[in-house]
């Protein structure tokens, strides 16, 4: 069953660079077509999409939010990450990362999700 | 400000149906791409409910069904059952935005 789980600090002083890691169990991310993803969520309020990344390296990012967010990936590790840079206290979330499958670049969706981890950009 | 619109709460008591929208529009909905429903339980994170608008992975309870017409699409709950309250999210794809995008989320109350 695969399973995914983020980690990472839980305070970020504003104007620092935000750094999340998702270990991938139960697959190996290197023999798998997948498509991996980051997902954002305020408290109290909804999701937002930040970004992609292939097996292969190729990643996607909201355009929202392009200029501040790298991931990278490493499949021996079966690992990938999130750096956001330049927080700010509108950047304290939720954050996930989960699978993102499907057959088309634009048909794709999210399973299964990591439980999420809670960062809060305060001085 | 998402371009996916929910109702923010919808109510039914246990056996009864109740539905969730999910209005876009032609850069997104309209424009052919499939929708995806996520139920979030309180504390927990997002569920994969219904994957290209009307697919139910396995494990999931065929109560829940997805619909998509023209710029909406809606998820129907049929015998709501106690457990079902949570928070339902749409997504989909904004070619304009060139994102993936979530709905405004709808919380399900059963009464």
């Known amino acids: 069953q695969l399973q995914l789980q983020e980690s990472g600090p839980g305070l970020v002083k504003p104007s620092e660079t935000l750094s999340l890691t998702c270990t991938v169990s139960?697959?190996?991310?290197?023999?798998?077509?997948?498509?991996w993803g980051w997902i954002r969520q305020p408290p109290g309020e909804g999701l937002e999409y930040i970004g992609s990344i292939y097996y292969s390296g190729s990643t996607f990012y909201n355009s929202s939010l392009k200029s501040r967010v790298t991931i990278s990936i490493a499949t021996s590790k079966n690992q990938f990450s999130l750096k956001l840079s330049s927080v700010t206290a509108a950047d304290t979330a939720v954050y996930y990362c989960?699978?993102?499958?499907?057959?088309?670049?634009?048909?794709?969706?999210?399973?299964?999700w990591g439980q999420g981890t809670l960062v809060t950009v305060s001085s | 400000q998402s371009v996916l619109t929910q109702p923010p709460s919808v109510s039914g008591a246990p056996g009864q149906r109740v539905t969730i929208s999910c209005t876009g529009s032609s850069s997104n909905i309209g424009a052919g791409y499939d929708v995806h429903w996520y139920q979030q339980l309180p504390g927990t994170a997002p569920k994969l409910l219904i994957s290209?608008?009307?697919n139910r992975p396995s494990g999931v309870p065929d109560r829940f069904s997805g619909s998509k017409s023209g710029t909406s699409a809606s998820l129907a709950i049929t015998g709501l059952q106690a457990e079902d309250e949570a928070d339902y999210y749409c997504?989909?794809?904004?070619?304009?935005?060139?994102?993936?995008?979530f709905g405004t989320g709808t919380k399900v109350t059963v009464l």
């Open positions: 139960g697959d190996s991310m290197s023999s798998s077509s997948y498509f």
């Open positions: 290209e608008s009307t």
């Open positions: 997504q989909s794809y904004d070619s304009g935005l060139s994102a993936y995008v």
């Open positions: 989960a699978r993102h499958s499907g057959s088309s670049s634009g048909n794709r969706w999210f399973d299964p």
